[in-house]
């Protein structure tokens, strides 16, 4: 039984909830930054493609506009998200009907069961203008009746899939990921495995919404992806993600935790290409590509200090990590880490390395 729990990740886990020194809520800068790059992309693309005179926009309750937020953690960074949101889509309605009624919201902030929702709707601006509802389960399933939202949106969620795929940790697999926890990109079996997972998730995640938007509804998406022709071991989150399987491997030669976890240990991340998104949104079939932007984050080039990237990779990972490898073991392996990038600050922060990048893109869900 303790082989079979080992070999696969949980398909549902939660950032750090509450809003302590070690919460997401308080370790989320970087997610942050990102809204004030795409601001203008959404208020120009709501603007451009957005129509409340097209016919799937019933007239009788076109003052009733419907958003998702899928992936949204426990703040605040989605309050902000829809706000801008808002703006943009009222903007649009006076501009295109005038003399209309004023225009109603109904926000609904999904993520997994274990997300911590009360701490969401404590934090719950007291002036937000929408009424809001929570709604738990995986994005990668259905969550909402047949064509009632106007506007999905998905912000760092999607590079993670919803399992690691069970290949890479078998060990009779030409795929199997043994000293490694990640899809590096070198190893061409297991990149097929992972590359595989998240078309699977793709899919899954683009069906469910083309069923619950309606015809000429907008979904905006900003993911995690790799420039075109980039390895994820290219990259400084590459590069980051092998160190830290170098040092679980360490601790596990010292005894410290166990080796048969190290070895089942594999990240469900997957950071794919801009040309392997459009592939699949475009074999789909029930979205038009509006835009796909990369994003030059303010972040970037900012000089990391180690104690701010292991609050923000404990405030992510924190529940995964005590899911594989039991709660006990994770404040030793963060404080290992930590002590390990100190000593090996420039081979890790300051090597020679490219940036992975953040996608923008803006779907509109074709009219039948």
Known sequence: MENEETKTVPKSWAMVGGDGPRSYAQNSSYQRGVLDVVNELM????????????PCFDSSNVC????????????PNT??????????????????????????????????????????FKT??????????????????????????????????LHWLSKVPEEVVDTKSPAWNKGS???????K?????????????????????????????????????????????????????????????????????SEEKVDTFNLPLYYSSAKELEEIIKNHGHFCIERLNMLNHPMTKRKIDVQFHISQFRSI???LLEAHFGRDDVDKILE??????????DSVFNVAKHQHVEHFILLKRNIN
């Not at 009733?64 to 703040?75: E, N, Q, V, Y």
């Not at 926890?181 to 190893?187: D, K, L, M, P």
């Open 189 to 257: 079996e297991v990149a097929k495995a992972y590359s595989a997972q998240f078309k699977t998730d793709m899919d899954n995640f683009l069906n469910a919404r083309a069923q619950e938007i309606i015809g000429g509804g907008l979904m905006v998406i900003i993911i995690l992806s790799l420039p075109d022709g980039i390895l994820m071991s290219q990259t400084g989150a590459g590069i980051f993600n092998d160190f830290f399987g170098y040092c679980l491997i360490e601790m596990a030669k010292l005894g410290v935790i």
């Open 43 to 54: 208020n120009e693309g709501i603007k451009e493609t957005l129509d409340f005179k097209s």
């Open 317 to 319: 990972f924190q529940g």
């Open 181 to 187: 926890i990640q899809c590096s990109g070198t190893a």
């Open 79 to 120: 309050f902000l998200a829809m706000e801008k949101i808002m703006e943009a889509v009222e903007q649009k309605y006076h501009a295109q009907l005038q003399n209309s009624p004023p225009l109603e919201f109904q926000v609904f902030f999904n993520d997994v069961t274990g997300n911590d929702f009360n701490t969401l």
């Open 124 to 157: 719950l601006p007291s002036y937000q203008k929408y009424f809001a509802a929570g709604v738990p389960g995986t994005f990668y399933d259905r969550l909402f009746p047949k064509s009632t939202l106007r506007l999905a949106y998905s912000s760092y969620s």
């Open 64 to 75: 009733t506009f419907r958003i998702a937020d899928f992936g949204c953690s426990a703040g």
């Open 336 to 345: 290992y880490l930590a002590k390990k990038l100190a000593e090996n600050y």
